[in-house]
């Protein structure tokens, strides 16, 4: 069975951080393009970073260049997403997704919320 569990989620003034983290179970997690994606209220789903181990890079959204850094612990299925200097624009529900190389695959986390407000 496929699951995507995040966690990590909360509420944080603005110049705080986060870390949010999705463990993986029930497919090759090593093998498939892992992503933060984030859906703010009205608007649609956007893609905030991907890591894949296979393809070897690691790529962000132009919002978050220099504040948020992917990352994936292999040995414990986990990727994580490390949000510094957040800002209330990065308020949004934050899903955790996997891609295989081929497309055919595509399995998604059942979101965790951040709220960023003073």
């Known amino acids: 069975q496929v699951q995507l569990v995040e966690s990590g989620g909360g509420l944080v003034q603005p110049g705080g951080s986060l870390r949010l983290s999705c463990t993986a179970s029930?497919?090759?997690?090593?093998?498939?393009?892992m992503s933060w994606y984030r859906q703010a209220p009205g608007k649609e789903r956007e893609l905030v970073a991907a890591?894949?181990?296979?393809?070897?890079?690691?790529n962000y959204a132009d919002s978050v260049k220099g504040r948020f850094t992917i990352s994936g612990d292999y040995d414990k299925n986990t990727v994580y997403l490390q949000m510094n200097n957040l800002k209330p624009e990065d308020t949004a529900v934050y899903y955790c997704?996997?891609?295989?190389?081929?497309?055919?695959?595509?399995?998604w986390g059942q979101g965790t919320q951040v709220t960023v407000s003073s």
């Open positions: 029930g497919f090759s997690f090593s093998r498939y393009r």
């Open positions: 890591i894949s181990r296979v393809a070897g890079y690691t």
């Open positions: 997704d996997a891609r295989d190389r081929s497309g055919t695959y595509n399995y």
